[in-house]
């Protein structure tokens, strides 16, 4: 059996299969969101961002307005763009079944802080954040080695196929989407899953199911942990076109009422 055959079935059981890119890319973008942080607090205060070291001292200190500037614009990095449209990026996204790419959400780009929650999701799934087709992966790529240290991801194999497959008994879904979960999304803890934290060298990718269950993990290490995220939806699935279509039906009747 070829790696293909070997990632594709590890998804379809499992709910996720992890994948390999060069990592230089990888340290290379991570490299440039350290300068990116370098150059605002050099305009900012005169100080350079070298390093780990220094960004969490910016953002222990009483300036970290400056940290908050730099954290706002990170998501218009080109490099990050230039990484979410690698060859083997949309490969991968084949493997997992989707025919058609295509980013219903930005990318996403997290950068967590030793011993700070503000960024952290508890239990959930990744679909009620970006509606679209319910075939669609979530491309996870951190910037260095994770651990549970560091706080990988944590996710449930095999919850993204039914309840079958759950400790407890009577848990429910609608359209695979797990019940319960209040406005927030996430998900109640009376379904007493059992975690696995994801150890990743830097270059592996991790490709996961939207429906996938999974949470943060908690940076406990002495380093920022930087990662990115795309979520990729399949544009030939009926039920995205036929949301699409309604969105914009509804939006051009709204319109009309508005003459």
């Known amino acids: 059996m070829n790696l293909k055959k070997i990632l594709k079935k590890q998804f379809v059981e499992k709910g996720y299969f992890i994948g390999k890119i060069n990592p230089k890319l ?3 973008l991570r490299k440039e969101s350290l300068s990116l942080f370098d150059a605002i607090s050099k305009k900012s205060l005169g100080k350079k961002i070298k390093n780990d070291s220094d960004l969490i001292k910016l ?5 970290k307005f400056v940290w908050d500037a730099a954290y706002a614009v990170r998501l218009l990095d080109p490099y990050l763009y230039k990484l979410a449209l690698r060859k083997e990026i949309f490969e991968f996204v084949k493997i997992a079944g989707i025919k058609k790419p295509y980013f219903k959400t930005p990318p996403v780009s997290r950068i967590d802080m030793p011993y700070d929650t503000k ?3 508890d239990t959930h799934q990744d679909f009620p954040y970006s509606y679209g087709s319910k075939k669609a992966v979530v491309v996870w790529i951190p910037l260095q080695d994770v651990s549970k240290e560091n706080g990988t991801l944590k996710v449930v194999e095999k ?10 008994k009577n848990v429910t879904r609608k359209n695979n989407v797990l019940k319960n979960a209040p406005k927030d999304n996430v998900i109640s803890d009376k379904y ?3 975690f696995k934290d994801l150890t990743l060298k830097t270059g592996e990718v991790l490709v996961f199911d939207q429906f996938l269950v999974h949470k943060s993990g908690y940076n406990s290490s002495n380093f920022v942990r930087f990662s990115v995220g795309f979520r990729i939806h399949d544009l030939f699935e009926g039920d995205f076109a036929s949301q699409l279509i309604k969105e914009k039906f509804n939006l051009q009747k709204l319109k009309n009422k508005r003459k």
Request: glycine letters at 4%; hydrophobic letters at 25%.
């Open 26 to 28: 990888v340290k290379k």
């Open 59 to 63: 953002y222990n200190s009483k300036n």
């Open 119 to 121: 960024f952290t999701y």
């Open 159 to 168: 919850s993204h196929i039914g309840k079958r497959l759950f400790k407890t």
């Open 192 to 194: 007493n899953f059992t």
